[in-house]
């Protein structure tokens, strides 16, 4: 205890894992940490300071060890480890000597900092028990690139935020445990693929024995870029804050949903008219460390938006679903089409085109199709009619590197004179396989004559 500067009087030479499952901390984080040193002045100690042979505190050991010992830490589903700061020699000096009256002063300063978690252990008041508490308050510092710069693919942006963990643990004289966590994440937002931006101002979250997590959140805002910036022109329709109107919130023992459904009145583009268009997007945070997920949709394939252009309509849908691993799922629809009729007395009819095409990438998969119906009728003084149906459809699907292109074509004929009628219909179908992908390099090479010149020419 003399030669340490903290009073450490066991050091572990293999680490002891601490590790706190997501469903402890609201689901947005799992603090684990490794305990390496307990000292007299300090409390317990992870495994993040390098120390002499006297046991004196030299300097903080390099990033990746640093990373290790918080092994398996959790925020939104995200490898804690990748957004922790570096640490110092001085950073040491911050967890000396902490009573609650000092703990309570650093996480209410917005610059000060706890760079490894702090283990205090109380009796209570009435003597009849001790409190565990375990506070963290790190550094963090966005993923950085080959060449030190930010990462602008990280998903999660904490250039700005600011992450508190405050965990306590009552064990009663009854040896009836009681566990609360509180924590706040602020000014941090989530990037998905560049195609959209969360930003929140502040997420707070805290548990207790016998109920489900609350979760409350605010500054909440959704950008658009890229491809979908053309979507921010729809902003204007939204409220100023999206947990208003239509937004919410749900929290279950899965994980928590939050984001907001509006319906939007009708709108004007030009020579376009929108109609039944409706907005959703929905980021979920599960508690089982599963991927955080974010899916935006342009109204439902059960309710699609209508569009209109003077006589002509026509409808369609759009969804995406995306999480930290990649894009999971995109799906969209639309069609278009028109009809006229004309009657003349003695005679009269119709025609009527539409069409349309479905696309959907799911797990890999891609499926793209479209169709193209045409029919019409002529009734001559309501004897005779004669009507006429044509429809042609075409698929491209791709699974597992295999593409089969498939096209179906039906014309049906039907007459009708007074009470006599009779159809005719005819088709067509026809499938296409691509090959499976590109030939492996042995398929190019013959064992015997290929190899032998391909291994000469870079033999020089």
């Known amino acids: ?42 409390g317990v100690v992870p495994d993040v300071f390098a120390t002499d042979t006297s046991g004196a505190v030299v300097g903080a050991k390099d990033i990746d060890t640093i990373r290790n010992a918080f092994g398996g830490a959790q925020l939104l589903g995200i490898d804690l480890g990748k957004y922790l700061k570096s640490l110092v020699k001085d950073n040491f000096d911050t967890l000396r000597q902490l009573g609650d009256d000092q703990i309570a002063a650093i996480l209410n300063d ?20 001790k409190e565990l508490r375990y506070v963290w308050k790190p550094p963090l510092d966005p993923p950085k690139t080959p060449d030190n710069k ?14 508190i963990l405050d ?52 500054g909440v805002e959704l950008r658009f870029s890229n491809e979908l910036e053309f979507l921010n022109s729809l902003r204007a329709a939204l409220p ?32 376009f008219m929108l109609s039944n268009l409706a907005l ?35 409808g369609g849908y759009f969804s995406m679903l995306v999480d930290t691993s990649g894009v999971k799922e995109v799906e969209g629809a639309l069609e278009f089409g028109g009809s006229a009729a004309l009657d003349l007395g003695v005679a009269s009819g119709g025609v009527s085109v539409m069409a349309g095409i479905h ?55 039907s007459v009708r004179i007074a009470f006599f009628s009779k159809s005719v219909k005819l088709e067509l179908e026809r499938s296409f396989s691509g090959a499976p992908g590109d030939p492996a390099f042995a398929q190019c090479i013959s064992k015997e004559h290929d190899w032998r010149e391909y291994c000469a020419a870079f033999a020089a």
């Open 240 to 271: 100023a804050d999206v947990f208003g109107p239509g937004a919410f919130l749900d929290v279950q023992p899965s994980g928590i949903r939050v984001g907001y459904t509006l319906a939007l009145p009708a709108i004007p583009l030009g020579v």
């Open 359 to 413: 696309f959907l990438f799911a797990d890999g998969d891609v499926t793209l199709g479209g169709y193209l119906r045409c029919n019409g009728f002529l009734t001559v003084l309501g004897i005779v009619t004669v009507s006429v149906e044509f429809y042609l459809e075409l698929s491209y699907e791709k699974h597992d590197g295999q593409s089969v292109v498939r096209g179906r074509g039906t014309l049906t004929v």
């Open 280 to 314: 959703a997007a929905e980021v979920a945070i599960p508690f089982d460390n599963k991927p955080v997920s974010f899916r935006f949709s342009v109204s439902e394939q059960k309710h699609p938006f209508n569009v209109t252009v003077s006589l002509f309509g026509g």
């Open 110 to 129: 917005a610059k000060s900092q706890l760079p490894a978690p702090v283990l205090r252990i109380r009796d209570l008041a009435d003597g009849q028990g």
């Open 167 to 218: 965990a306590r643990t009552v064990r009663s004289k009854d040896a009836v445990d009681k566990a609360t966590v509180d924590g706040k994440l602020s000014h941090f937002a989530m990037n998905f693929f560049g195609m959209a931006r969360v930003e929140f101002d502040e997420l707070k979250f805290s548990t207790g024995p016998g109920k489900k997590p609350d979760v409350t959140a605010s």
């Open 150 to 163: 930010p990462d602008p693919n990280a998903l999660i942006d904490v250039s700005k935020a600011s992450l």
């Open 1 to 42: 205890m003399e030669g340490h500067p903290a009073g450490a009087y066991l050091d572990l030479q293999k680490p002891l894992s601490l590790t706190f499952g997501a469903e402890q901390a609201g689901g947005l984080s799992s603090p684990n940490s490794a305990v390496k040193t307990i000292t007299s002045r300090a």
